[in-house]
């Protein structure tokens, strides 16, 4: 997870980043049986990392000699706590 440049927008929001592996994404995809990493992260609200949430905006995929290497995942920190604990996984 790392804080990406700051938007010269007065009163824009902070994003973060996070990186998942490829391989840890495609074997939740084949234990939750959805049909790709897409439909995985359009089940899920926002991401929990260190005990902090952050509601995923958009997911994107990087790939190396046409192999997924790692799905990254645009967040922000929720303005309220409503979501906190809804269709959360880390």
């Not at 995923?56 to 046409?66: C, K, M, P, V, Y």
């Amino acid at each position: 997870m790392r804080k990406l440049r700051p938007s010269w927008k007065e009163g824009g929001e902070s994003k973060y980043e996070l990186l998942v592996s490829a391989t840890s994404i495609e074997g939740q995809v084949n234990a939750l049986d959805v049909g790709s990493a897409q439909a995985l992260f359009s089940l899920t609200l926002a991401v929990t990392v260190d005990g902090k949430d952050y509601l995923i905006e958009s997911i994107a995929s990087n790939e190396a000699f046409g192999t997924p290497t790692f799905i990254g995942c645009c967040c922000v920190k929720p303005a309220n706590r409503l979501f906190s604990g809804l269709g959360v996984f880390a």
